[in-house]
């Protein structure tokens, strides 16, 4: 399987200088400011972000947390929800799937499958109800980038892919741009015409160094 990102459109930053500094890489699509200042949404199944009636859904997870999804399931279907993530080592990476109302949830029993770096759990059931998904990062030293999908969109309604709120870095500019982590690795989902900033310390004077995107 091809992996569900493309890289068709990956940057390079090449920098040197004489001394250690600070240093910042942008990630952009020009900056839309008040959709990038959003409160953080998703951290509870009570506020989970729902999944549009494309299926396709996409966030970070930080160290030691996780991420909520919600969707209408269409009684008897099969659906197939999938969860690819990066860094691609990120074996403490997981996804539960639940239903019911998010003070009472009931987990489905059927277990994930793994492969490589992509996820997969099945579900059916007989009747329409509301199905909640959690990507769960477990790793306490790195924040983990994800891209999912519930298949076939026949087995779900939900908004339009419009109306649904994207999770994503609040770091629109330098002052406030996220560090990187220590093995060099920056994440993020780039909204359309959003700016995210990451920041690292350059401490090698003399060596050539690359920021790729």
Known sequence: MAPPWRDD???DC?????SPRRSRCLHSAPSDRSAARRQPVGKTAADAIPISSSGR??????????VWFQFT???????????AYLPTDSVDTDVGVYSGA????????AASERYTYILYHRFSAHDRRDVYVRVMNDHPDRAISFVGQVEPSSA????TPASVPILRAIADT???????TGNGVFL???APQQTIWHRFYYGAPGHPGRCRG
């Open 102 to 109: 998010p003070d009472n949830l009931v987990q489905d029993t």
């Open 73 to 83: 399931y269409v009684a008897d279907q099969k659906a197939t929800i999938w969860v």
């Open 14 to 18: 090449l920098f040197d200088s004489g």
């Open 9 to 11: 459109h990956d940057q």
């Open 188 to 190: 993020g989902v780039l």
């Open 174 to 180: 330098p002052d406030v741009a996220i560090e990187a």
């Open 156 to 159: 779900l309604q939900g908004p």
């Open 57 to 66: 859904f996409a966030g970070i997870v930080w160290p030691s947390s996780s």
